[in-house]
Nanobody
Framework: QVQLVESGGGLVQAGGSLRLSCAAS?????VGWFRQAPGKEREFVAA????????LYADAVKGRFTISGDAARNTVYLQMNSLKPEDTAVYYC????????????????WGQGTQVTVSS
């Protein structure tokens, strides 16, 4: 069982930046970020493979968000720049022993989520 702990969420003005962290208790093949806004489905944001596969990004965040990993710390980061009010959501870290996936079903382990709020 792998445990994931997210941190780094908060309130930021539009155009600002935040960096989310996901610390894992064990190593998996793939780590991804999803987000869920109120009343909406959880959606894919980005994913990366520890073997160097990827990264993958959702079209909505491409060019603004960057996913990266620190193998020594077993931690994955999501650098979010040029934030928009529509980026407001709870952001979840997810991990899988499979290859990169863009669907929730492709991930075995989930964190508790961290709130990101972007004000206009």
């Amino acid at each position: 069982q792998v445990q994931l702990v997210e941190s780094g969420g908060g309130l930021v003005q539009a155009g600002g930046s935040l960096r989310l962290s996901c610390a894992a208790s064990g190593r998996t093949f793939t780590v991804g970020w999803f987000r869920q806004a109120p009343g909406k489905e959880r959606e894919f944001v980005a994913a990366i493979g520890w073997s160097g596969v990827g990264p993958l990004y959702a079209d909505a965040v491409k060019g603004r968000f960057t996913i990266s990993g620190d193998a020594a710390r077993n931690t994955v980061y999501l650098q979010m720049n040029s934030l928009k009010p529509e980026d407001t959501a709870v952001y979840y870290c997810a991990a899988s022993n499979g290859f990169l996936a863009v669907t929730k079903g492709g991930y075995n382990y989930w964190g508790q989520g961290t709130q990101v709020t972007v004000s206009s």
